[in-house]
Antibody
Framework: QVQLVESGGGVVQPGTSLRLSCAGS????????MHWVRQAPGRGLEWLTV????????YYTDSVKGRFTISRDNSKNTLYLQMSSLRAEDTAVYYC???????????????WGQGTLLTVSS | QTVVTQEPSFSVSPGGTVTLTCGLT?????????PSWYQQTPGQAPRTLIS???TRSSGVPDRFSGSILGNKAALTITGAQADDESDYYC??????????FGGGTKLTVL
């Protein structure tokens, strides 16, 4: 079955950088568009960024553009989120999610990981 | 900037029917926005309910249905059960790779 496992969260100081990972299994990783979504404590879900199946196309929401970079290594079935200049407001649970637009033509978040918590605090 | 709108909260009686909506501050929602719906309980990852306006995901009970009502996407729960008490989020595809979540609706079943 499809499994997505995020890792790399933790407690970091403002202004620092961190990389999150999302390991996929149980599906053909290289055939799927992938997303990062986050949820700040007590808040709603926020879409952050998407990457095409081959990594050639990337899009970001305005709040993270220029600070966050999405990437993937299809040989390792792994998605990444490189985050820099972290702020207290980046504190959230970060989820990765699959998007079956390539095999199905339909755009949505199909499968979700369990999330990894990032806390930005001094 | 266009915002995706949802009712902040809703209440339904057990066995009752409730319709949650997903709109835009500017314009109308249509199927070309690929509206999708997600359920989330505290401390859990979201669960995908509905994609492409009205396609139920595998394992989702048929009491959940999606549609376009007027100028909004809608999620209808028919015969609400206690374990439907959750937060519900819609997502719209805005073009150019961009997705936007609505603010979520907290559904109470009582």
């Amino acid at each position: 079955q499809v499994q997505l496992v995020e890792s790399g969260g933790g407690v970091v100081q403002p202004g620092t950088s961190l990389r999150l990972s999302c390991a996929g299994s149980g599906f053909t990783f290289s055939s799927y568009v992938m997303h990062w979504v986050r949820q700040a404590p007590g808040r709603g879900l926020e879409w952050l960024t998407v990457i095409s199946e081959d990594g050639s196309l990337k899009y970001y929401t305005d709040s993270v553009k220029g600070r966050f970079t999405i990437s993937r290594d299809n040989s390792k079935n792994t998605l990444y989120l490189q985050m820099s200049s972290l702020r207290a407001e980046d504190t959230a649970v970060y989820y990765c999610a699959t998007d079956p637009v390539v095999p199905t033509g339909v755009r949505y978040f199909d499968h979700w990981g369990q999330g990894t918590l990032l806390t930005v605090s001094s | 900037q266009t915002v995706v709108t949802q009712e902040p909260s809703f209440s339904v009686s057990p066995g009752g029917t409730v319709t949650l909506t997903c709109g835009l501050t500017s314009g109308s929602v249509s199927s070309s926005y690929y509206p999708s719906w997600y359920q989330q309980t505290p401390g859990q990852a979201p669960r995908t309910l509905i994609s492409n306006t009205n396609t139920r995901s595998s394992g989702v009970p048929d009491r959940f249905s999606g549609s376009i009502l007027g100028n909004k996407a809608a999620l209808t729960i028919t015969g609400a059960q206690a374990d439907d008490e959750s937060d519900y989020y819609c997502v719209l595809y805005m073009g150019g790779g961009i997705r936007v979540f609505g603010g979520g609706t907290k559904l109470t079943v009582l």
